[in-house]
T-cell receptor, first 119, second 111 residues
Framework: EAGVAQSPRYKIIEKRQSVAFWCNPI?????LYWYQQILGQGPKLLIQ????????DSQLPKDRFSAERLKGVDSTLKIQPAKLEDSAVYLC?????????????????FGPGTRLTVL | SQQGEEDPQALSIQEGENATMNCSYK?????LQWYRQNSGRGLVHLIL?????REKHSGRLRVTLDTSKKSSSLLITASRAADTASYFC???????????FGKGTMLLVSP
């Protein structure tokens, strides 16, 4: 089974430039997540999609970040314009909730991430 | 904000020793998960424990959950150099909710 694919793996840009990241989740996974991981910290959720609808984007800086998931499969995350503090690894994950004991659980499968450096 | 807090922040042991990492959280959950992250890579799911479970095993991993203390521990037995990584706990309160990750424990296993 193919894993979550992300591109590019690395990106270096100057502040105020724009950048876009792409994610292809595991086939059949309805839920897709974008996380931001700053060095030395755990992943922080930016946005969660269920199919092509947004479930949670409460921590997405909407003045500069945007994301879409066309047709409920691939997703892109865009930053425009970038700031120095956006330097981080951007992780995409997908999941297919499963049921057990009457409750649902979502183990998430992560891609390799895109390391963004803003100069 | 991050719900889970791992302890210790860093742990250094020799191959063959056991490694124990702890996680504390603040709000009610329906499951807690542990993930591993090797340097420069994405996270890999290790184990999930449900709120009505107290202990779970997977290979050399043993996870405990104490919902009364809002804490969990991850034990890696007979550690290997390949176990060197960062370990994160993540809490969830439903299958469709987000997972909230802690800051992680960096484990170094020396040959």
């Amino acid at each position: 089974e193919a894993g979550v694919a992300q591109s590019p793996r690395y990106k270096i840009i100057e502040k105020r430039q724009s950048v876009a990241f792409w994610c292809n989740p595991i086939s059949g996974h309805a839920t897709l997540y974008w996380y931001q991981q700053i060095l030395g910290q755990g992943p922080k959720l930016l946005i969660q999609f269920q199919n092509n609808g947004v479930v949670d984007d409460s921590q997405l800086p909407k003045d500069r970040f945007s994301a879409e998931r066309l047709k409920g499969v691939d997703s892109t995350l865009k930053i425009q314009p970038a700031k120095l503090e956006d330097s981080a690894v951007y992780l995409c994950a997908s999941s297919l909730p499963r049921l057990a004991g009457g409750l649902s659980y979502n183990e998430q499968f992560f891609g390799p991430g895109t390391r963004l450096t803003v100069l | 904000s991050q719900q889970g807090e791992e302890d210790p922040q860093a742990l250094s042991i020799q191959e063959g020793e056991n490694a124990t990492m702890n996680c504390s959280y603040k709000t009610s959950i329906n499951n807690l998960q542990w993930y591993r992250q090797n340097s420069g890579r994405g996270l890999v799911h290790l184990i999930l424990i449900r709120s009505n479970e107290r202990e779970k095993h997977s290979g050399r991993l043993r996870v405990t959950l104490d919902t009364s203390k809002k804490s969990s521990s991850l034990l890696i037995t007979a550690s290997r150099a390949a176990d060197t990584a960062s370990y994160f706990c993540a809490t969830g309160n439903s299958g469709y909710s987000t997972l909230t990750f802690g800051k992680g424990t960096m484990l170094l296993v020396s040959p």
